[in-house]
């Protein structure tokens, strides 16, 4: 039985692709599809609500954690996309597939995928951004039990990890755009991981210049207070972005705590704008 489930995203862990093989990704008008295989599974919440009755039952008493021999994913709504190959035996020449659409907006997620190719038969990096849905068409009796091990970080996830940043350095030199917007977000991530207290200024900068990155109104409150400390200058800019980026959020706050967090931001930007 065929069953067509909205993902919430390609990032999540209801479909790690690190481990899979695909097909060479197909763009149709705004849309990206491309067949995967042997795709770790997770069943959440999200996935299991949208199962069949009788199949719940079917599988109920297994690990829900699971495996799927082949699928079909849909990614709607493409504002870019960069595919890269190469870097084995019979592809010596790397290959880079690029398209941007004017509606692509640099300061929100781009994604990135690295699943081996099957044809042609290569490594592959998948850069893409979207303003839409994930769905991903499955065979419902094709899934299949895997063990804890197999699915550990350890002995799973990290060689994969390790295998794409390899990946990435040896086409530092052959970088689509996409790509390289990709490793600039990377480097915001990797600031934003770090104790607040030591961030230097030019790391709060970073960090400002990047802030619709940052999807925690929190932790925003404290780099602006921390970009107070260390003098940083907001250019003008940057000043009627994040003034338009206030209003917009605005009709997001849904909690009594990120109304709170929201006026303090509020009243500190005064200060500084």
């Known amino acids: ?160 990890l390790m295998e794409a940043s390899n990946y990435r350095k040896r086409r530092e030199n052959n970088t689509g755009k996409l790509e390289k917007i990709y490793n600039e977000q990377l480097t915001v991530k990797n600031i934003v991981n770090k104790n607040i207290d030591e961030l230097s200024k030019e790391e709060v900068q970073k960090i400002l210049d990047n802030f619709l990155l940052i999807d925690d109104l929190k932790y925003l409150v404290k780099v602006i207070k921390k970009s107070k400390e260390l003098e940083v200058i907001i250019s003008d800019k940057l000043k009627n972005e994040i003034k338009h980026w206030l209003r917009d959020i605005q009709i997001k706050i849904k909690t009594e705590e990120d109304e709170k967090i929201y006026q303090e931001l509020k009243e500190i930007l005064k200060e500084q704008l």
Request: hydrophobic share 35%; aromatic share 14%.
């Open 1 to 160: 039985m065929k069953i067509k489930l909205k993902t919430q995203s390609l990032d999540d862990w209801e479909l790690n692709l690190f481990e899979s093989y695909s097909t060479l990704p197909i763009i149709i008008g705004k849309t990206m599809i491309f067949g995967a295989y042997n795709v770790d599974f997770e069943m959440t919440d999200n996935i299991w609500h949208q199962l069949p009755e009788e199949y719940k039952k079917k599988i109920y008493k297994y690990n829900l954690k699971k495996m799927i021999k082949s699928m079909l994913i849909t990614v709607t709504d493409i504002t870019a996309y960069s595919f890269g190959f190469g870097y084995n035996i019979k592809l010596k020449d790397s290959i880079t597939m690029e398209e941007i659409s004017k509606n692509f907006d640099e300061n929100k997620k781009i994604n990135f995928l690295t699943p081996g190719c099957d044809f042609p038969n290569s490594s592959m990096s998948v850069y893409f951004q979207y303003l839409g849905e994930v769905y991903a068409e499955v065979e419902l009796d094709e899934l299949v039990a895997i063990s804890d091990e197999e699915n550990s970080f350890q002995y799973s996830i990290m060689p994969k």
